[in-house]
């Protein structure tokens, strides 16, 4: 005992106490802003290996941003990368940062289905499927459960079998190989059911966007509940997000 004691004496505290309101810092990229800066709009848009950046207006669409960083190495006057962690949101659109504004990316409350808030709000059991990912979006969903995070302190949690589940997190582009599974888990899952994309490839198809391996068919006809944007997302995101989703909007 005396031995765990000093220990915990040595480290500090294991956990992040409050995950709502953890200040992060570099060299960590969370939302960027854009300026009005002119600049060669096009030399930019080129450095994006993901076609993250558009022009006219200037944006930067995090649905498909890997947040590499490359574009404010290269052009800092136009673009910088905060620490806000806080940049998911259940309307796509929303995801895209356009120059001049500073708009903070939230789940827009007036979007959320009447019964998720009022079914999930103490509770939530998520299936995780990883549709083609290369593991890092896994493994900081399994991260957002940790000691450092805990998000089970909220009531969320993974669970092994979609029978057992409120909703499913995808991960990973959604290969060919992986279309009907994913169909088959998110089937199983009972009414009312969240259906979640985390991470860049989940979200628009990241650098497998145009790759003729990846089935995105399932998304035509299910409703995306929530976007976490990331290359991977972090736990932070993560948590933020469902936190966002299943209760209150605003910053506790």
Same mark, same amino acid.
């Given at each position: 005992?005396?031995?765990?004691?000093?220990?915990?004496?040595?480290?500090?505290?294991?956990?992040?106490?409050? +995950?709502?309101?953890?200040?992060?810092?570099?060299p960590?990229?969370?939302?960027?802003?854009?300026s009005?800066?002119?600049?060669d709009e096009?030399?930019i848009?080129?450095?994006?290996?993901?076609g993250?950046?558009?022009?006219?207006?200037?944006s930067? /669409?995090?649905g498909?941003c890997?947040?590499?960083?490359?574009?404010?190495?290269?052009f800092?006057e136009k673009?910088?990368?905060?620490?806000?962690?806080?940049?998911?949101?259940?309307? &796509?659109?929303n995801?895209?940062?356009k120059?001049?504004?500073?708009?903070?990316? &939230?789940?827009?409350?007036?979007?959320?289905?009447?019964e998720?808030?009022?079914v999930?709000? *103490?509770?939530?059991?998520?299936?995780?499927v990883?549709?083609?990912?290369?593991?890092?979006?896994?493994?900081e969903?399994?991260?957002?459960?940790?000691?450092?995070?805990?998000?089970?302190?909220?009531?969320?949690?993974?669970?092994?079998?979609?029978?057992?589940a /409120?909703?499913?997190?995808?991960?990973?582009p959604?290969?060919?190989?992986?279309?009907?599974?994913?169909?088959?888990?998110?089937?199983?899952?009972?009414?009312?059911?969240l259906?979640?994309?985390?991470?860049?490839?989940a979200?628009?198809?990241?650098?497998?966007?145009d790759?003729?391996?990846?089935n995105?068919?399932?998304?035509?006809?299910? *409703?995306?509940?929530?976007?976490?944007?990331g290359?991977?997302?972090h736990?932070?995101t993560?948590?933020?997000?469902? +936190?966002d989703?299943? &209760?209150?909007?605003?910053k506790?």
């Open positions: 005992m005396i031995k765990e004691i000093k220990a915990i004496y040595h480290n500090g505290k294991q956990y992040i106490p409050d +995950l709502r309101n953890v200040k992060l810092r570099s960590f990229r969370g939302r960027p802003e854009i009005e800066a002119k600049v096009q030399a848009a080129k450095i994006c290996p993901l993250a950046i558009g022009t006219k207006p200037f930067i /669409d995090m498909k890997a947040f590499c960083g490359e574009c404010a190495f290269a800092p673009i910088k990368f905060t620490q806000d962690y806080r940049i998911s949101s259940n309307i &796509r659109e995801l895209i940062i120059e001049g504004k500073t708009t903070e990316i &939230r789940v827009d409350a007036n979007a959320i289905r009447k998720v808030k009022s999930f709000r *103490k509770s939530l059991k998520l299936r995780q990883s549709a083609g990912g290369d593991n890092s979006c896994e493994w969903l399994g991260a957002a459960g940790n000691a450092n995070f805990d998000m089970s302190r909220y009531g969320i949690e993974f669970t092994a079998s979609p029978r057992h /409120d909703g499913i997190v995808v991960t990973g959604i290969s060919e190989n992986m279309a009907e599974p994913l169909r088959i888990a998110y089937d199983a899952i009972p009414e009312p059911k259906f979640i994309l985390c991470g860049v490839d979200i628009s198809g990241g650098l497998f966007a790759s003729k391996a990846i995105r068919s399932i998304l035509k006809d299910i *409703k995306v509940d929530l976007y976490i944007p290359n991977p997302s736990p932070l993560i948590v933020n997000a469902l +936190l989703l299943t &209760r209150s909007n605003k506790k």
